[in-house]
């Protein structure tokens, strides 16, 4: 077990990280050398200094048993590849999981991950996060799961990279990690896509920053973000305006875009 975060002699580690930080996260894989550069990023790295969170990463094959630590075996009925044994994790979820844990496994039926489900799961203390590989789960592993969750219709070879996603997602959103104001404007936010943004030189080979970020006046860019940030979404992502809650003045803005266009 890989364990970010150093319990004082004579706390039990579960209770020490209940304690001290704000988050306990828990990946269960088969790989968990996946993570040794991803424990490093600053941003994980920052939000464990601070105490913020506790990330454990916990080696299925551990839990196996026999001198081969078996944890997958081919299907009954025939099929090709192997699947994932019951065995082995329920034996780590009893090892690993408190009355608070939230159980996530990444399945290809899950609830697709969005910028909610990120906020949602950010207000969570505890969070256990089972990858997935081979041929999928023991159907049976399911019944241990608070929820599934899938990152996009896409087949990757296990559920390492989608369990770095979702925290990479959620420890942004952890009081501090991040200065505030770095995600109150972004992507998905406020259901609609960001800005467009820009930095010097000013000219670039003809093509220039809008005068308008220059001229000092902060309504009239505040007003030229939020347009432009409805016209990019109705360029580039036009479902997402069906759901988002819009107001009075992104109608009239929307209207003013049609115009334009």
């Given at each position: 077990?890989?364990?970010?975060?150093?319990?004082?002699?004579?706390?039990?580690?579960?209770?020490?990280?209940?304690?001290?930080?704000?988050?306990?996260?828990?990946?269960?894989?088969?790989?968990?050398?996946?993570?040794?550069?991803?424990?490093?990023?600053?941003?994980?790295?920052?939000?464990?200094?601070?105490?913020?969170?506790?990330?454990?990463i916990i080696d299925l094959k551990d839990?196996?048993?026999?001198?081969?630590?078996?944890?997958?075996?081919?299907?009954?009925?025939?099929?090709?590849?192997?699947?994932?044994?019951?065995?082995?994790?329920?034996?780590?979820?009893?090892?690993?999981?408190?009355?608070?844990?939230?159980?996530?496994?990444?399945?290809?039926?899950?609830?697709t991950y969005t910028q909610t489900k990120?906020?949602?799961?950010?207000?969570?203390?505890?969070?256990?996060?089972?990858?997935?590989?081979?041929?999928?789960?023991?159907?049976?592993?399911?019944?241990?799961?608070?929820?599934?969750?899938?990152?996009?219709?896409?087949?990757?070879?296990?559920?390492?990279?989608?369990?770095?996603?979702?925290?990479?997602?959620?420890?942004?959103?952890?009081?501090?990690?991040?200065?505030?104001?770095?995600?109150?404007?972004?992507?998905?936010?406020?259901?609609?896509?960001?800005?467009?943004?820009?930095?010097?030189?000013?000219?670039?080979?003809?093509?220039?920053?809008?005068?308008?970020?220059?001229?000092?006046?902060?309504?009239?860019?505040?007003?030229?973000?939020?347009?432009?940030?409805?016209?990019?979404?109705?360029?580039?992502?036009?479902?997402?305006?069906?759901?988002?809650?819009?107001?009075?003045?992104?109608?009239?803005?929307?209207?003013?875009?049609?115009?334009?266009?």
């Amino acid at each position: 077990m890989i364990v970010t975060g150093v319990a004082k002699e004579g706390y039990c580690l579960n209770c020490f990280f209940a304690i001290m930080y704000t988050m306990n996260i828990t990946v269960i894989t088969m790989f968990p050398d996946q993570f040794d550069s991803f424990q490093n990023h600053p941003l994980v790295k920052r939000a464990v200094s601070k105490q913020q969170l506790s990330l454990q990463i916990i080696d299925l094959k551990d839990y196996a048993d026999g001198s081969f630590r078996h944890i997958d075996d081919s299907p009954y009925g025939g099929g090709a590849g192997m699947i994932l044994r019951c065995e082995p994790v329920f034996r780590c979820l009893d090892a690993v999981r408190t009355s608070d844990s939230h159980v996530i496994a990444f399945t290809p039926s899950g609830t697709t991950y969005t910028q909610t489900k990120a906020k949602q799961l950010s207000k969570i203390s505890d969070l256990i996060l089972l990858c997935g590989h081979y041929e999928g789960f023991d159907e049976r592993i399911l019944s241990a799961v608070t929820e599934e969750i899938s990152v996009g219709d896409y087949i990757l070879s296990g559920g390492e990279l989608p369990a770095m996603t979702v925290i990479d997602s959620i420890v942004r959103l952890l009081d501090g990690t991040l200065k505030s104001d770095s995600t109150a404007e972004e992507s998905f936010e406020d259901g609609l896509l960001e800005y467009p943004q820009y930095t010097h030189p000013y000219d670039f080979q003809g093509m220039k920053v809008p005068d308008i970020l220059l001229s000092g006046h902060a309504e009239k860019i505040r007003r030229w973000k939020r347009k432009e940030s409805l016209r990019k979404t109705m360029q580039k992502r036009p479902d997402l305006l069906t759901a988002a809650t819009l107001t009075k003045e992104d109608e009239e803005l929307l209207k003013e875009i049609s115009h334009e266009e």
